[in-house]
């Protein structure tokens, strides 16, 4: 079956790096998403990872291991702002229309 | 500014009373989606439209229904809703996979039309 497994809630302190997981099985894989969610809004894209290793935006990187069907966002210098859900999204290769696959998203918890 | 502009943003509705939701997109984006999601949970895919070609996911309630008349705009029937489908409706659009050099292909959300049955 298609699964995506995300932790559901964490906590971290302003200032501070949290790293947030996400392991996937799926029948194919054409690509890996981080989105950013505030609380009563719309995903925002923040990532996109398709071959192995780390991708660096700003305070915010993504790593991709396809051999593990494993992910990671790495949020770094935190902000108050980023108090929000982190969903996971894999595309399927194998999906005629490319879907995606979505995790129900983390929901980090940030600390002054 | 290019962006995908949702109608209305809250709606409120009686139990059994239909109503429509809107999106539309000035991204000129091939393909459309309508996801339901609820709290805490992932984005739900609806339905989505491949150029004109419209797709059904397997459990989308037959209560739902879809209408793209034109690239632009894309809207979301619910026949008879219930209390079960009080959520957040999220409209997405993106390019098609297969365009040259647009490998993402990351799908751009609108802000959402918070739905309440009563």
């Known amino acids: 079956g298609q699964n995506i497994d995300q932790p559901t809630e964490m906590t971290a302190t302003e200032g501070a790096i949290v790293q947030i997981n996400c392991t996937y099985q799926?029948?194919?894989?054409?690509?890996l998403f981080w989105y950013q969610q505030h609380a009563g809004e719309a995903p925002t894209f923040l990532s996109y990872?398709?071959l192995d290793g780390l991708e660096e935006k700003g305070r915010f990187s993504s790593f991709l291991s396809r051999s593990k069907g494993y992910s990671y966002l790495l949020l770094k210098e935190l902000q108050m702002k980023d108090s929000a859900s982190y969903l996971c999204?894999?595309?399927?290769?194998?999906?005629?229309?490319?879907?995606?696959?979505w995790g129900a998203g983390t929901k980090l918890i940030i600390k002054p | 500014d290019a962006m995908v502009i949702q109608n209305p943003r809250y709606q409120v509705t009686q139990f059994g009373k239909p109503v429509t939701l809107s999106c539309s997109q000035t991204?000129?984006?091939?393909?459309m989606y309508w996801y339901q999601q609820k709290s805490s949970q992932a984005p739900k895919l609806l339905f989505h439209?491949?150029?004109?070609?419209?797709?059904n996911e397997a459990d989308t309630p037959d209560n739902f229904q879809s209408r793209r008349p034109n690239t632009s705009f894309c809207f979301l029937d619910i026949r008879s809703p219930g209390l079960g489908d009080a959520a957040m409706y999220l409209c997405?659009?993106?390019?098609?996979?297969?365009?040259?050099?647009?490998?993402?292909?990351?799908?751009?959300f609108g802000p959402g039309t918070r739905l309440t049955v009563l």
């Open positions: 997405a659009t993106s390019r098609k996979p297969a365009d040259s050099g647009f490998s993402y292909n990351e799908q751009f």
């Open positions: 991204l000129n984006h091939n393909v």
């Open positions: 439209y491949y150029d004109k070609d419209f797709n």
């Open positions: 799926t029948s194919g894989f054409n690509g």
């Open positions: 990872n398709v």
């Open positions: 999204a894999v595309r399927d290769q194998y999906d005629s229309n490319y879907q995606l696959i």
